[in-house]
């Protein structure tokens, strides 16, 4: 059974950092492609960025509210995705979910439930 | 980037209604479009994969079409269960976009 379970939310102040973590199993970890969506309260989901697997060039993208304020990483021998986020704005205050992503062209297949990262004064 | 606008934003039905919701992209995804539901409190589960494969323990009353930038998402007999909100996503560029979503109210 996949399971994916994201840890690292909290309160943070704008400006501040917070490095959010997703520990997958249940898959081959270092062959799948991993991103992460978030989810404003209230509002819609919001495609963040993805990595893809190390085989397959290891490249990450990004949407542009988080171009150059975030950054995707994994460690295939943890099974662990991480996206560390700097320059925290209140805008994003989200529950950020951590996901598999079924290669190139594919949907997003499974989800974790999601962490809740509030950023506040 | 591509765009995804789906319509409408909120619709109320009834059990047994045929319900449609559309997703149009701003430039052309072949059938690289994703259909997902999202009940409160809940993670998203995948419906319809590449416009409109259904995924696996999905009921068959979902089903999806479309190619180009025009898309579909129907639901033959709406049941309470679907009573939930519905996104639309594109996996055709690298920058996997969602519609704005669609809320789905059972009368």
């Known amino acids: 059974e996949v399971q994916l379970v994201e840890s690292g939310g909290g309160l943070v102040k704008p400006g501040g950092s917070l490095r959010l973590s997703c520990a997958a199993s249940g898959f081959t970890f270092n062959n799948a492609w991993m991103s992460w969506v978030r989810q404003a309260p209230g509002k819609g989901l919001e495609w963040v960025g993805r990595?893809?697997?190390?085989?397959?060039?290891?490249?990450?993208n990004y949407a542009a509210p988080v171009k150059g304020r975030f950054t995707i990483s994994r460690d295939d021998s943890k099974k662990t995705l991480y996206l560390q986020m700097n320059s925290l704005r209140i805008d994003d205050t989200a529950v950020y979910y951590c996901t598999t992503y079924s290669g190139q062209g594919g949907p997003i297949d499974y989800w974790g439930q999601g962490t809740l990262v509030t950023v506040s004064s | 980037d591509i765009q995804m606008t789906q319509s409408p934003s909120s619709l109320s039905a009834s059990v047994g209604d045929r319900v449609t919701i559309t997703c149009r992209a701003s430039?052309?995804?072949?059938?690289?479009l994703n259909w997902y539901q999202q009940k409160p409190g809940k993670a998203p589960r995948l419906l319809i994969y590449?416009?409109?494969s259904l995924q696996s323990g999905v009921p068959s009353r979902f089903s999806g079409s479309g190619s180009g930038t025009d898309f579909t998402l129907t639901i033959s007999s709406l049941q309470p269960e679907d009573s939930a909100s519905y996104y639309c996503q594109q996996s055709y560029s690298s920058l996997g976009a969602f519609g704005q979503g669609t809320n789905l109210e059972i009368k």
């Open positions: 590449t416009a409109s």
């Open positions: 990595i893809e697997s190390k085989n397959d060039g290891g490249t990450t």
């Open positions: 430039q052309s995804i072949s059938t690289y």
